[in-house]
């Protein structure tokens, strides 16, 4: 819209102008005819003055129009590539919250076989091992381990903080 008010100005311009160039024209014929002189020299010189302003305004317009769609172009296409960046945003961001939506692992999972009715055998009441009461035995005896007494008895606390059963370390250990 602002080319167009930019043209009708430079058209108000053009037609002001030559009005008066009409009208000195007019006021020259008037003389000439007075005085007796030849005015069509300088009409024409009048007339290729106007021409020449009139093609020079419609050159500057087509440079114009050219020049903003070349703009255009340019904004569509960075509007192309803010869909695009729009479409990657929201697959990262469903992907991270499916990431996000994941259960931890477990430290530790140890399978135990299940025992059959069969092979039960009534056991004499013996007192439930805890993790802390195997945590001490291990700790107790560390000091005076050696060798593969002593990695034995590391690894035995590290399957406690991995919380492996008790019960299960202090076999594996002979505690």
């Known amino acids: ?54 093609a020079q305004n419609k050159e500057a317009v087509e440079s114009l129009t050219k020049g903003m769609d070349s703009i255009i172009e340019r904004l569509d296409r960075l509007d192309a590539l803010v869909a695009k960046f729009d479409e990657l945003d929201a697959k990262l961001t469903k992907g991270l ?31 439930a091992l805890t993790k802390g009461m195997v945590m001490d035995k291990c700790l107790a005896e560390l000091p005076g381990a050696i060798g593969d007494r ?9 399957r406690l903080d991995s919380n492996f059963s008790p019960a299960q370390v202090a076999a594996d250990l002979n505690l």
């Open 1 to 54: 819209m602002s080319e167009n008010i930019e043209q009708t100005v430079d058209l108000n311009r053009i037609e002001t102008l030559l009005v008066d160039l009409n009208k000195s024209l007019v006021a020259q014929q008037e003389a000439a005819a007075e005085a007796d002189v030849d005015t069509n020299d300088s009409v024409e010189a009048i007339a290729k003055g106007a021409d020449a302003i009139v």
């Open 97 to 127: 919250k499916d990431l996000g939506d994941v259960p931890a692992a477990p430290k530790a999972v140890v399978a135990e076989p299940e025992a059959a009715p069969a092979d039960v055998q009534p056991a004499e009441a013996a007192p």
């Open 150 to 158: 002593k990695a034995q008895l590391m690894k035995g606390i590290a």
